[in-house]
């Protein structure tokens, strides 16, 4: 069983920035890959960022020279940097984990989600 835990969400003013965090535990054997997706209200949930365990990185086009991914994959945790932040940032961030459980078995895990609110 894994779980993940996001934090760092909150209401923000357009043009500063935001860290969030997200921390796995449980029965993983390895991580392939962290990342983020985000849900605004009425919308489908989006690809925003992911990074590889060799740090190779992915972004959204809307995201991308604005928002900086990084982790820390033996504390087991990913964070994103969003910076110059927009109101069409606001989101429900959500915390993503693939990898090998430790049976051996594929998993792709989910955290909670926490919210960020952009004001202009």
């Known amino acids: 069983q894994v779980q993940l835990v996001e934090s760092g969400g909150g209401a923000v003013q357009a043009g500063t920035s935001l860290r969030l965090s997200c921390v796995a535990s449980?029965?993983?054997?390895?991580?392939?890959?962290m990342g983020w997706y985000r849900q605004a209200p009425g919308k489908q949930r989006e690809f925003v960022a992911s990074?590889?365990?060799?740090?190779?990185?992915l972004f959204l086009d809307a995201v991308k020279g604005r928002f900086a991914i990084s982790r820390d994959f033996a504390k087991r945790t990913v964070y994103l940097e969003m910076n110059r932040i927009k109101p069409e940032d606001t989101a429900v961030y959500f915390c993503?984990?693939?990898?090998?459980?430790?049976?051996?078995?594929?998993?792709?895990?989910w955290g909670q989600g926490t919210q960020v609110t952009v004001s202009s």
């Open positions: 993503e984990l693939v990898g090998l459980s430790s049976d051996h078995t594929e998993m792709r895990a």
């Open positions: 449980g029965s993983i054997f390895s991580i392939n890959r």
């Open positions: 990074i590889s365990s060799g740090g190779d990185t």
